[in-house]
């Protein structure tokens, strides 16, 4: 099974309609993050929580909220859909390591079409 | 100025070549350098890290970093058309965590049988 997964896979909504991306975790790490990727502009990170009871804006957190379920759940929430959130979303998990080191692994993404 | 700088490609090379891709950053306090491949329609897999000026080997993958310069660079020796995907380079802003972590746009690379 894989360790990082995202529900659904696919989405297609209406413009005003809300929404909500689902993200699970089995690697047991403390530290979640939201992103979203749009053709010419890479990765972007909307939000990140490194526990249950911590919730940090990033760079493109306008029009999204998340919410941290559980050490293993961290959900992104679109209140009103709007079409120029149409991308590819991805969830990632981290753990700091030794030497504070940490690698993000990243679930296998949300394609989501808003019309 | 952008963050983090790639060339977007398409890098194109022939089976069993050296693949060259380079990455600058701005930031000059940043301490914690990654590499990520990712194929198409797929999640970004990370292939390399590097904390320290000078190189790391894995495998067929070095990466090389230059704090001075703020240049940081991933060679693949010996091409393969599997290696065909888009490198991303990621680099944690200074005095941040991974929930700073900035990615470049990625290049292209093209692996010709």
């Known amino acids: 099974d894989a360790d990082v997964t995202q529900t659904p896979r696919n989405r297609i909504t209406k413009t005003g309609k809300r929404i909500m991306l689902e993200c699970s975790q089995t690697?047991?790490?403390?530290?979640m993050y939201w992103y979203r990727q749009d053709p010419g502009l890479g990765l972007r990170l909307i939000y990140y929580?490194?526990?249950?009871?911590?919730?940090n804006k990033g760079e493109i957190s306008d029009g999204y909220s998340v919410s941290r379920q559980a050490q293993a759940k961290f959900s992104l929430s679109l209140e009103s859909a709007i079409p120029n959130q149409t991308a590819l979303y991805f969830c990632?998990?981290?753990?700091?390591?030794?030497?504070?080191?940490?690698?993000?692994?990243f679930g296998p993404g949300t394609r989501l079409l808003v019309l | 100025q952008k963050e983090v700088e790639q060339n977007s490609g398409p890098l194109s090379v022939p089976e069993g070549a050296i693949a060259s891709l380079n990455c600058t950053y701005s930031?000059?306090?940043?301490?914690?350098f990654f590499w990520y491949r990712q194929y198409s329609g797929k999640s970004p897999e990370l292939i390399m890290s590097?904390?320290?000026?000078g190189d790391k080997e894995d495998g067929r993958f070095t990466a090389q970093l230059n704090k001075a310069s703020q240049y940081v660079s991933l060679l693949i020796r010996d091409s393969q058309p599997s290696d065909s995907a888009t490198y991303l380079c990621a680099v944690i802003r200074s005095g941040g965590s991974q929930g700073n972590l900035i990615f470049g746009k990625g290049t292209k690379l093209s692996v010709k049988p």
């Open positions: 590097i904390y320290s000026n």
């Open positions: 930031d000059r306090g940043s301490q914690s």
């Open positions: 690697k047991g790490h403390d530290r």
């Open positions: 990632a998990t981290s753990a700091l390591g030794p030497s504070s080191q940490e690698t993000q692994y």
């Open positions: 929580s490194f526990d249950v009871k911590d919730i």
